[in-house]
């Protein structure tokens, strides 16, 4: 976006943020820091128009992970092959903060939260563990209370840094006080700038469509039909024909057979600002066992092409029961589609609240079996999965 940013290190994003907020370090404390809070909501804006337009560049943003120039923090960053995991404390809220700063003072009435993440797309199946990490990203749409921000992940392999190695990813944040509040406007520089824009309003649109057309909604489409009807002729049993009666098509697996199951105990060290479980934790969690279910389906390892439609729909409380399942719910020659269904349970009322699902695109190293569902709410899944499928497959993130 800018030359002449100053990199910010990876560890002190957090600390940026509780300036900004005002957060307390200690998580017992997190009620009278709260409280302390509520006097700034004077601050807020009555209208979008009362806020000063900010421009792209004002919220752009660089931070390093010195893999390379620090290698005594690498571990805390590599996974079971020597790669990076995938997920990090991405700085987006730090970004949002960054683009409605009050001019006031230096603390922000605001609480900036990630409300979804709107597709992340890896373009590099291995990540270097030996050579510095650069995410940039800068505020990218805003309507009037919600802002969407692109960010990118470079890796350096040549100086100066390149795209040899990384992640886009767009994210749609929210400020909330009391309810939503109000954005600053966003002034264009440029032709780029106003394609940039017009892509954010495009993906709103895509979303409410897809909203709209979920199958939680609305009927499948008549060729999604056709294929449930086709899945289920070649599951008859030539020798009865009856509907009751299914068997299971050669080299493949009935979707019930392909589950994976974890719990977590959300503990404070996973906080974020807002004493809340941090979305990056469970991102983090949610994709490692999906893909420990994509591996132990397709017996070869698993690399994450895509993930997208992360609905953020509840916050995670501090000492919660944090249940996880994933599901392969679609598959195509080496590639499978997890569903990784998040929800948190409280043992004392015996109550289950859904917090995110999550979607996740992995490319195996073999061909995989074809996943075959049983039931009409399986069939469901199926086609919810082809439909991420498609559209990863579609999206081709790669710049």
């Given at each position: 976006m800018e030359e002449g940013h100053s990199p910010i290190h990876v560890n002190n994003v957090r600390n940026r943020l509780r300036e900004i907020v005002g957060a307390s370090t200690n998580w017992r404390d997190h009620v009278q820091a709260m409280n302390e809070r509520k006097a700034l909501h004077t601050l807020l804006a009555k209208n979008q128009a009362d806020l000063p337009p900010r421009k792209m560049r004002d919220s752009y943003i660089e931070v390093i992970l010195p893999l390379g120039s620090q290698p005594e923090i690498r571990e805390k960053y590599l996974n079971v092959h020597n790669s990076v995991s995938l997920f990090y404390p991405f700085s987006t809220v730090l970004i949002c903060y960054t683009h409605t700063k009050h001019e006031a003072g230096q603390m922000s009435p605001l609480s900036i939260v990630t409300a979804l993440v709107d597709k992340i797309g890896l373009w590099k199946q291995d990540i270097r563990p030996d050579c510095d990490i650069k995410f940039i990203g800068n505020v990218s749409w805003v309507g009037r209370t919600s802002m969407e921000v692109k960010m990118h992940m470079l890796q350096v392999v040549i100086f100066p840094y390149k795209n040899t190695a990384g992640i886009t990813a767009s994210f749609i944040s929210s400020p909330l006080c009391t309810g939503p509040a109000f954005v600053n406007p966003l002034i264009l520089e440029s032709p780029e700038e106003e394609k940039i824009f017009k892509e954010g309003e495009a993906n709103k649109t895509r979303r409410v469509d897809s909203s709209r057309a979920s199958l939680l909604k609305m009927a499948p489409t008549a060729e999604?039909?056709?294929?449930?009807?086709?899945?289920?002729?070649?599951?008859?049993?030539?020798?009865?024909?009856?509907?009751?009666?299914?068997?299971?098509?050669?080299?493949?697996?009935?979707?019930?057979?392909?589950?994976?199951?974890?719990?977590?105990?959300?503990?404070?060290?996973?906080?974020?600002?807002?004493?809340?479980?941090?979305?990056?934790?469970?991102?983090?969690?949610?994709?490692?066992?999906?893909?420990?279910?994509?591996?132990?389906?397709?017996?070869?390892?698993?690399?994450?092409?895509?993930?997208?439609?992360?609905?953020?729909?509840?916050?995670?409380?501090?000492?919660?029961?944090?249940?996880?399942?994933?599901?392969?719910?679609?598959?195509?020659?080496?590639?499978?589609?997890?569903?990784?269904?998040?929800?948190?349970?409280?043992?004392?009322?015996?109550?289950?609240?859904?917090?995110?699902?999550?979607?996740?695109?992995?490319?195996?190293?073999?061909?995989?079996?074809?996943?075959?569902?049983?039931?009409?709410?399986?069939?469901?899944?199926?086609?919810?999965?082809?439909?991420?499928?498609?559209?990863?497959?579609?999206?081709?993130?790669?710049?």
């Open positions: 999604e039909r056709n294929i449930v009807h086709d899945i289920f002729l070649n599951t008859l049993d030539p020798r009865t024909v009856s509907f009751r009666s299914r068997l299971l098509p050669p080299t493949a697996v009935w979707m019930e057979d392909a589950k994976l199951k974890g719990l977590e105990i959300c503990h404070p060290q996973e906080r974020n600002i807002f004493n809340r479980i941090f979305g990056g934790f469970l991102m983090r969690k949610a994709y490692e066992l999906g893909w420990a279910c994509a591996y132990s389906y397709g017996n070869s390892r698993p690399y994450v092409v895509a993930v997208d439609d992360i609905m953020f729909q509840k916050p995670v409380e501090i000492g919660s029961l944090l249940l996880l399942s994933a599901q392969v719910c679609y598959t195509e020659k080496n590639n499978a589609q997890v569903r990784v269904h998040s929800e948190v349970y409280d043992p004392a009322t015996r109550v289950h609240h859904t917090t995110n699902v999550f979607h996740f695109t992995f490319m195996l190293e073999n061909e995989i079996p074809s996943i075959v569902p049983r039931t009409y709410g399986e069939s469901m899944l199926y086609l919810d999965g082809k439909r991420h499928f498609d559209s990863a497959m579609k999206e081709n993130i790669a710049p």
